[in-house]
């Protein structure tokens, strides 16, 4: 199976739905890393509801890492289909 490339805009929202669920922790730190760089401190990271898994596949990652510093489920429409994470200041 050959690897596909997927060029993301960096504007501070992610869905992981068209990635493999396998893929989605190093997807959401490569865009978290991009994303500081660019000075977006705000991003709305789009799991979907489903079972979860992905929700939490995502939060565990959030919760460890060094440049996260909150993470709490989106309050709009998409409710816990979507979680906002606060980046550190650098």
Do not use: N
Not at 56 to 63: D, I, N
């Amino acid at each position: 199976m050959s690897e596909e490339l997927i060029e993301l805009p960096i504007d501070g929202s992610i869905d992981l739905h068209a990635f493999r669920p396998e893929d989605a922790a190093s997807v959401v730190d490569e865009y978290l890393r991009a994303c500081l760089e660019k000075g977006i401190y705000e991003v709305r990271i789009i799991h979907g509801k489903g079972k979860g898994v992905l929700r939490r596949t995502v939060h565990a990652l959030l919760k460890k890492h060094p440049l996260v510093a909150s993470v709490d489920l989106d309050d709009g429409p998409s409710s816990w289909g979507a979680t906002i994470v606060q980046l550190k200041h650098q």
